[in-house]
Nanobody, 114 residues
Framework: VQLQASGGGLVQPGGSLRLSCAVS????????MGWYRQAPGKQRELVAT???????NYADSVKGRFTISRDNAKNTVYLQMNSLKPEDTAVYYC?????????WGQGTQVTVSS
């Protein structure tokens, strides 16, 4: 499984960004897709996940502001981020989990600053 994340950038507080994660390889084996983030000096943390059945889960800090979705036809998972705050600044990573493995894409930087 290979993951390619994109869509990060610099945005002002209150703004929006959409991250994309293109998935290739043994897609049929993936059970859960997710987005994680890591801010400077902090541990990597869960942002949101979506299962093959489209069940979603969010960190409390992003509930109501972020939406994870998937387009199976395009083999892509998205993270729509609205009402961004400076504390959302981090490197965002795409993750795919199968029954036996976990895969990571390269990170994409999101910076929220005026």
């Amino acid at each position: 499984v290979q993951l390619q994340a994109s869509g990060g950038g610099l945005v002002q507080p209150g703004g929006s960004l959409r991250l994309s994660c293109a998935v290739s390889g043994s897609i049929f084996s993936i059970n859960v897709m997710g987005w994680y983030r890591q801010a400077p000096g902090k541990q990597r943390e869960l942002v949101a996940t979506i299962t093959s059945g489209r069940s979603t889960n969010y960190a409390d800090s992003v509930k109501g502001r972020f939406t994870i979705s998937r387009d199976n036809a395009k083999n892509t998972v998205y993270l729509q981020m609205n009402s961004l705050k400076p504390e959302d600044t981090a490197v965002y990573y795409c993750n795919a989990r199968t029954a036996i493995s976990s895969y990571w894409g390269q990170g994409t930087q999101v910076t929220v600053s005026s």
